[in-house]
């Protein structure tokens, strides 16, 4: 929550619209209506129980050739590497499409590179590396779209390769032989916003069939761990994969469930993002990623038990090391606080954490954040952006100045030699300032319904679990309330970091808890009249259910 944001309506609701829907919860008929599902018929289709899509993954571009190229290899016994990424994505995709193929009979390995002697994408060491140990054919999942000249070398020295990635596409291809990406201009296939896994699922249907939706589980945390759009197809794939987690998680993701305090037939989107993919990336942070594909390619629980306690160890060394570097960050920050793009640049940053305190950043200024590590020379970094400044796009702009590029709309990684940085930071702020209003710089609250607390039940928050699961591009639903009285307000957990208060109710009070928010406390005060912006949730303890409100926001009242 920053100083200033913007809380806009959604949709005004038009009250006739229940007539229509009779048999829905009021709440959430509202929501849905606010977000254009208005109709009977789009609404029995959303709430229907989850199916697989059933896209033909043939239409992705150059998928044929892939497969054509695959067969082959199959045939000829010829050793495959199936090259990932050291992101929660990047080992899903990975463990799928090995087991994939060596459900087929495929002598195949799996390389994920090290995030800090490789770093991301194909690299000339490793490519000459793998066709000395004997590979004819290299699959990059969740990678390798802008890796032009390590193609290139790989093709010269005799091993084919087959790019399998989800990334922005840029102007020329590598040119190998298959590059199988939603996002180029050329796709047939009717949704371009997969995952890295999600393309890897794809190309795993073409060669099992129905049997690759063994995998739904792995699609479904890369899904939500890599912040893609739930929408559309991906809210299918996760909707099923999700099933998968409660019922028939592999012994992987089952012991990483248990590890993170998980109850597996209760499994969430929300246990997903903030549980299970926080852990799977500590491994490539903090460690070598091959440690969380190792997890998910565990064949037994018993051998997947210690691997992912040590995840859970390496998460807690994560999040106290960036709480650190994040207060660093901030303090190398404050010379420029009003910029349209934040900048941090220091040799002391930890090269897999640079993205989360981007994200801090990014986050706390709603600005632009670039946050980079000095060694050898060049800056490792990463970039999070805001709604209107297309990031990718941005470094594109810069391509002269950078080693090496790639990401998505809102997130991206870069290595920048260090004589560039004030030619680099000059052109993006630049940038920015044709792209980005000052509106533009003002976060907004997408609110779905304005409700009064007299309305909401216990029974509200499992009415809305329906519209599930929730992530980037179809968050929880945001209800707010305005005129409410304050009861109580306390800060509760380590530092009073959290906010905890008890407002009026017709019949009594409910408790609101905020997390992050807990500076707030000092702002408000018993008696107090308030408008919230929340998520009802519900709260049990000692076996008795109640309603709770997850504060999103909260402000005097309007």
């Known amino acids: 929550m920053t100083d200033r944001e913007r809380w806009v309506l959604r949709r005004r609701y038009d009250e006739g619209f229940q007539l229509s829907v009779p048999w829905l919860d009021p709440i959430l008929a509202r929501i849905l209506y606010a977000r254009h599902i208005d109709s009977p018929a789009s609404i029995h289709q959303y709430l229907a129980p989850p199916e697989a899509p059933s896209s033909d993954p043939l239409m992705l571009p150059d998928m044929p050739l892939a497969v054509e190229r695959i067969e082959a290899a199959l045939a000829a016994d010829e050793q495959i590497v199936v090259y990932g990424d050291f992101d929660a994505d990047g080992m899903c995709a990975t463990a799928l499409l090995v087991s994939a193929l060596r459900r087929r009979g495929a002598r195949v390995k799996a390389y994920i590179p090290d995030r800090f002697d490789e770093g991301y994408g194909l690299n000339a060491a490793a490519v000459e590396s793998i066709y000395a140990e004997g590979a004819r054919l290299l699959i990059t999942v969740d990678c390798g779209i ?106 992987g993701l089952a012991a990483l469930m248990q590890a993170a305090g998980v109850v597996a037939e209760q499994a969430r989107s929300s246990d997903v993002a903030f549980r299970l993919a926080p852990r799977l990336n500590a491994a490539g942070r903090l460690a070598n990623a091959r440690l969380g594909y190792d997890l998910l390619a565990s064949e037994t629980i018993d051998e997947a038990r210690p691997l992912a306690a040590e995840l859970d160890a390496l998460n807690q060394k994560r999040q106290e090391l960036l709480e650190q570097q994040c207060h660093q960050a901030r303090q190398l920050l ?108 003002v976060p907004s609250r997408r609110v779905d319904a304005i409700v009064s607390l007299g309305e909401l039940s216990v029974q509200t928050p499992l009415a809305l679990d329906a519209l599930g699961p929730f992530g980037e591009g179809h968050p929880e639903p945001l209800l707010a309330s305005r005129g409410v009285v304050i009861r109580e307000v306390r800060r509760m957990g380590r530092d009073g970091r959290h906010l905890r208060l008890r407002v009026s109710h017709d019949n009594g009070s409910i408790k609101c808890v905020g997390w992050g928010m807990g500076a707030l406390g000092e702002q408000y005060a018993a008696g107090q009249c308030v408008d919230l912006l929340y998520s009802p949730e519900v709260d049990t303890y000692n076996g008795n259910a109640s309603l709770q409100l997850s504060l999103v926001s909260m402000r005097p009242a309007q």
């Open 334 to 441: 404050a010379p420029q606080p009003d910029d349209l793009c934040l900048f941090v640049a220091a040799e002391g940053l930890h090269q897999g954490l640079v993205g989360l305190i981007a994200s801090r950043l990014c986050e706390e200024h709603y600005r632009p954040a670039f946050v980079m590590t000095a060694s050898d020379g060049a800056y490792t970094g990463s970039a999070r952006s805001i709604e209107g400044f297309h990031v990718t796009r941005a470094l594109e702009g810069c391509a002269d100045l950078l080693l090496r590029f790639g990401g998505h709309e809102a997130a991206a990684g870069f290595t920048l030699p260090v004589d560039n940085y004030d030619v680099f930071a000059s052109r993006l702020l630049a940038q920015a300032a044709d792209a980005l209003s000052d509106q533009d710089l």
């Open 146 to 251: 802008r890796s032009y000249t390590e193609v290139a070398l790989a093709r010269a020295i005799g091993l084919e390769v087959i790019i399998t990635d989800h990334h922005s596409v840029p102007d020329a291809l590598p040119p190998a032989n298959a590059v199988v990406d939603p996002k180029r201009p050329d796709s047939r296939y009717p949704f371009s916003e997969l995952s890295g896994t999600g393309v890897a699922y794809a190309l795993a249907q073409t060669l099992l069939g129905s049997a690759a939706e063994e995998y739904l589980d792995l699609v479904a945390v890369a899904t939500v761990a890599d912040i893609v759009p739930l929408c559309d197809e991906n809210r299918a794939l996760v909707r099923v994969g999700l099933e998968r987690l409660r019922h028939q998680p592999r012994p």
